[in-house]
């Protein structure tokens, strides 16, 4: 079930602060309302663990990348291994998969989400990690795991210009100090806590 309350609460401040670019701010959006599932295929079950999810209209993905069906986001994070955010709860994952074909642990209470979005988001990531965020070698739909100032951190791309971000939940006052510090250059605004949307709900 999804964890009612904001992690970031009272770590990200109101209002806008810092700017010393011409740019438009950043915008934070916590996201809540969201449940996690981390879903594990047992060796050589992995088109096993496909059948028994697409009757809730799940895909598996292949590669650095997620799969968007019925509102519900499924990024692949280890060979045969998956997570799973989905609208309010996860039940309905543990109870499709079997224990003979794989295993289902309920991480919502565990993950903290946090959205991204601007035209300076990608020089914001850079701050943190070595990778190429630009859209040639992360386009939409790609994801990445990576560590940000000793902080893992999942990072999906929603659009052109929105990053979802998921850490530890007992990190997330840590990453919202990080976050908001590096966001000065370009001048950062909080936002009214978000839900997780399907992408053509997401501004591009």
């Known amino acids: 079930m999804a964890d009612p309350r904001d992690p970031f609460a009272g770590a990200l401040a109101d209002g806008q602060s810092g700017g010393r670019t011409n740019g438009e701010p950043i915008r934070i959006a916590p996201i809540v309302g969201v449940a996690a599932a981390q879903v594990q295929a047992w060796p050589g079950r992995k088109a096993d663990l ?3 999810l697409a009757p809730l209209g799940l895909t598996l993905p292949d590669g650095l990348a997620f799969t968007e ?12 291994r998956y997570l799973i955010f ?7 994952i543990a109870t499709a998969v079997p224990g003979s074909v794989g295993a289902v642990a309920d991480l919502s209470h565990a993950r903290a989400g946090v959205r991204i979005s601007g035209g300076s988001v990608e020089a914001l990531l850079a701050k943190g990690a070595a990778l190429p965020f630009d859209p040639a070698g992360f386009p939409p739909g790609t994801l990445a795991q990576t560590s940000i100032h000793h902080m893992g951190v ?3 791309r929603r659009s052109e210009t929105v990053f979802d971000l998921y850490v530890l939940t007992s990190f997330a006052r840590s990453f919202a100090d990080w976050l908001t510090d590096a966001c000065r250059e370009f001048g950062w605004i909080t936002a009214h806590p978000t839900r997780l949307a399907p992408t053509a709900d997401v501004p591009a």
């Open 154 to 156: 999942l990072i999906l």
């Open 86 to 92: 989905s609208p309010d709860t996860v039940a309905d």
């Open 50 to 52: 496909a059948h028994s």
């Open 69 to 80: 069906t019925g509102g519900r986001l499924c990024g692949r994070i280890a060979p045969g």
